[in-house]
């Protein structure tokens, strides 16, 4: 049984593996396999720089004009760009517009990066033909470099590497527009070696499995856990062990702790025993709650974990402020995770509605700008819409 499955389980000196259950030896064997992996990983190759000029290549200052690109913006953010020779302005906005993006798009992509222009045409048609091997529609790769112009122009040094991840990731079965989101939004765990990447998801799977999940959902579980935090994949496999060791520690059981990473997803990766222990012994404090139902609360609002105690220290203040009472907040803690601006904003306006929040409940309060709207329309139909009474006399005409 893993050390975080144990009731007993305490954060520790590691032991010797001959004397840990299997499942542990084989989750430290990965964490040591990791660590040897990143000492040997050589650091990432920088791209060649082009040859410095004192002098601007007025070939790329006129392409760049052409293209209608703010020159006056790159020379001030980027100048150095303009500077180097060669470049490849007129090839870069030719393959741009061979796979639909307009004039105005093309300008916004060099504009906003400048270095596209230094990246010969054959690296270029390398980087397409790899990227449409996930985004097989150009207007949607068109998309991803507007957004992610620095994942899409790429040192070529790089290809092997995202190309094997690729490779990688497609083994898994997971759908190609996650791939092609990691691969825009967390450039640089296509660009490590693909080793990196099989221990985290094995370390990832494993937990998974340890704590019960089951076979059948992994691969929808992973694919949510990744699109939701793609720099998971970054982390040392060993945070996620050091986290599930101090929440299992901290009394939740198993089938918690299951349903605690399934609600975190690859945010379980940001979390570290000494961050959470000030935040949940401040939160306790604060509410004047047990360890059980500080459990509970954690559950149902796990941003309780990851708050900062100064920040949780100002959303209770500002909850308090409002009028509402701890005892609310203890029954609908996700109230936690506004601001304290957007509190008073929701509270204001239903107060203009006769919902008083600080006598009903605050589940009302909760969720996404679109959850509120939803309940603030039904409690608006509500209040506008009375119950028709069949035995009162009807109104009529004097």
Known sequence: MPAWLSPTAVPSAPAPLGDLPSDSASMLRLIATSL????????????????LSTAENQQTVEALYDLSVDIQKVRKLKGWILHQSPAYTKEV??????????????????????????????????????????????????????????????????HDSQRNNIAYFQSLNLNKRIIAKLMASAPQSFSQPVEQNELMVRTLQ??????????????????????????????????????????????????????????????????????????????QDTMGCSEEELRHIVLNCPAVLYYPDVILAERF?????????????????????????IVNYRIQRLRVRGYDARTGS???LTGTKKDFEMSYGKLKLGRERPMFNPVAPLKGDD
């Not at 937990?207 to 089951?214: E, F, S, V």
């Not at 990744?226 to 060791?245: A, D």
Request: charged residues 20%; positive net charge.
């Open 206 to 283: 494993q937990a998974y499995r340890d704590l019960g999940g089951q076979e059948a959902n992994m691969k929808i579980w992973l694919q949510k856990l990744l699109s939701q935090n793609p720099f998971v994949l970054l982390k040392p496999p060993e945070v996620l062990g050091e986290t599930l060791l101090f929440l299992r520690a901290r009394g939740f059981s198993a089938a918690q702790l299951l349903r605690l990473l399934s609600k975190l997803k690859g945010f379980v990766t940001e979390l570290n025993p000494d961050s959470m222990r000030r935040s949940l012994a401040y939160s």
């Open 362 to 364: 605050l589940e009302v």
């Open 317 to 341: 203040k500002g909850l308090l402020g409002a009028g509402v009472s701890m005892s609310q907040v203890k029954e609908t803690p996700t109230v936690l995770e506004l601001t304290t601006q």
């Open 93 to 158: 906005a030719a393959m741009l517009k061979d796979m639909g993006a307009s004039g105005s798009v093309i300008a916004r992509i060099l504009v906003v990066y400048p270095e596209a222009v230094l990246c010969p045409p054959e690296q270029i048609q390398a980087q397409r033909e790899l990227w449409t091997s996930v985004c097989p529609k150009q207007k949607e790769l068109v998309g991803i470099i507007e957004n992610f112009p620095a994942s899409f122009f790429t040192s070529a040094s790089h």
């Open 36 to 51: 040897c992996i990143r000492a040997a990983a050589p650091p990432l190759p920088r791209r060649p720089c082009a040859t």
